[in-house]
């Protein structure tokens, strides 16, 4: 079974600029999260969605958005991208995205914003 | 603010020794705990979740969880040196109360096993 896969693995833009980052679930998954990832502030949560819809989001801008397709796969985008934004960001899927299921991560996205 | 918390490390074990690997979290109403494992330059990989009180063992690894001091802890066996990683501690904390509520992460331990 393949694991969740996200891309592109790396990138690199510039401030002002925006991006979208891709990412495909496991087989079966409905629900997808993406998280940040920088060593100042760890692991912190941007939004989840299952089956189309962004049920929950965390504690970030607007600049960060997100979408899922019917086949679930998502996307997530940055707008007017700030050198802080430069992190590695996680696409996670699990089956049903509630309370107790466990979220597999795929291998992340490096994004350097110059 | 709902909170995660982990001592940063290093935490130095000898090979073969039991590393033993340390979370507190804020919100007593959180329901569900997982460890993932993340080696430099990697995606954090599950290693177990746990959800009720006591002791959930699997392999060399075995999970604790105290409800009541609000503190969840890893056990590592038979320590070896490709066991040295950052483990991160997460959290559902129930956000919204409903659906996927994201996990909340601890900044993790970085764990050496020394040969």
Not at chain 1, 69 to 75: A, G, V, Y
Not at chain 2, 38 to 63: C, V
Not at chain 2, 93 to 109: E, I, P, Q, V
Request: glycine residues 12%; aromatic residues 12%.
């Amino acid at each position: 079974k393949a694991g969740v896969t996200q891309t592109p693995r790396y990138l690199i833009k510039t401030r002002g600029q925006q991006v979208t980052l891709s990412c495909s679930p496991i087989s079966g998954h409905r629900s997808v999260s993406w998280y940040q990832q920088t060593p100042g502030q760890g692991l912190q949560f941007l939004f989840e969605y299952f089956s189309e819809t962004q049920r929950n989001k965390g504690n970030f801008p607007g600049r960060f958005s997100g979408r899922q397709f019917s086949n679930s796969r998502s996307e997530m985008n940055v707008s007017t991208l700030e050198l802080g934004d430069s992190a590695l960001y996680l696409c996670a899927s699990s089956s049903q995205g509630g309370t107790g299921n466990t979220i597999y991560f795929g291998e992340g996205s490096w994004l350097t914003v110059v | 603010q709902k909170e995660v918390e982990q001592n940063s490390g290093p935490l130095s074990v000898p090979e073969g020794a039991i590393a033993s690997l340390n979370c507190t979290y804020s919100d007593r109403g959180s329901q569900s705990f997982f460890w993932y494992r993340q080696y430099s330059g990697k995606s954090p990989e599950l290693i177990m979740f746990i959800y009720s009180n006591g002791d959930k063992e699997d392999g060399r690894f075995t999970a604790q969880l105290n409800k009541a001091s609000q503190y969840v802890s890893l056990l590592i066996r038979d320590s070896q040196p490709s066991d040295s990683a950052t483990y991160l501690c997460a959290v559902n904390m129930g956000l919204s109360g409903g659906g996927a509520d994201g996990l909340t992460f601890g900044k993790g331990t970085h764990l050496i096993i020394q040969p």
